[in-house]
């Protein structure tokens, strides 16, 4: 299996903060690379899909990037709706697998 | 607008095999060029994939699932299917349905819980 080893686990920050969450896979990935939020008692949303293209209906202070199998996900200006759980995915090779979650507490 | 719904037990035996339901409403299980999913979440832990079925049929499953699991569809009820034998307490989980490849439209959840 692929493995997506996310960091930081745990990350606190303020409102107005930029904030970065980065996964690394063990293979290579090429684009087939999603990024959901998961709030408490919910099912994830996604984010973004095929590394940097946002879902429809996403605010475009989300974006994604790739650094060979490096991928990151950025908020530009973090917002009060954006405390929750960021996972990151990985659909290029079966089974498809997530990273382990960074949760975004408010500092 | 694309919506899917889990439905089954909330309670099921050690030993014994749980058996879920996706209803897909909003649009034709069959009229999108898409793979249906399965992902479960065990409380207070991350998600994992456990498998999913393309329109046409095809399967593709968790190999750590692999021999326990049966993902089907049912055209006539815009339905998909999970039955996953020979469940323990590792398998309690909320299960959450979704369209595949990415995971764009998902189920509310449902929490299956594995006990006597």
């Known amino acids: 299996d692929i493995q997506m080893t996310q960091s930081p686990s745990t990350l606190s920050a303020s409102v107005g903060d930029r904030v970065t969450i980065t996964c690394r896979a063990s293979q290579i990935i090429t684009t087939w690379l999603a990024w959901y939020q998961q709030k408490p008692g919910k099912a994830p949303k996604l984010l973004i899909y095929q590394v940097s293209t946002l879902q429809s209906g996403v605010p475009s202070r989300f974006s994604g990037s790739r650094s060979g199998t490096e991928f990151t996900l950025t908020i530009s200006s973090l917002q009060p709706d954006d405390f929750a759980t960021y996972y990151c995915q990985q659909y290029n090779t079966y089974p498809w697998t997530f990273g382990q979650g960074t949760k975004v507490e408010i500092k | 607008q694309l919506q899917l719904q889990e439905s089954g037990p909330g309670l099921v035996k050690p030993s014994e095999t749980l058996s879920l339901t996706c209803t897909v409403s909003g649009g034709s299980i069959t009229s999108y060029t898409h793979y249906w999913g399965w992902i479960r979440q065990p409380p207070g832990k991350g998600l994992e994939w456990i498998g999913s079925i393309l329109y046409s049929g095809s399967t593709f499953y968790n190999p750590s699932l692999q021999s326990r699991l049966t993902i089907s569809l049912d055209t006539s009820k815009n339905q998909f299917s999970l039955k996953l034998s020979s469940v323990t307490a590792a398998d309690t989980a909320v299960y959450y349905c979704?369209?595949?490849?990415?995971?764009?439209?998902w189920g509310q959840g449902t929490l299956v819980t594995v006990s006597s």
């Open positions: 979704a369209r595949d490849r990415p995971n764009d439209y």
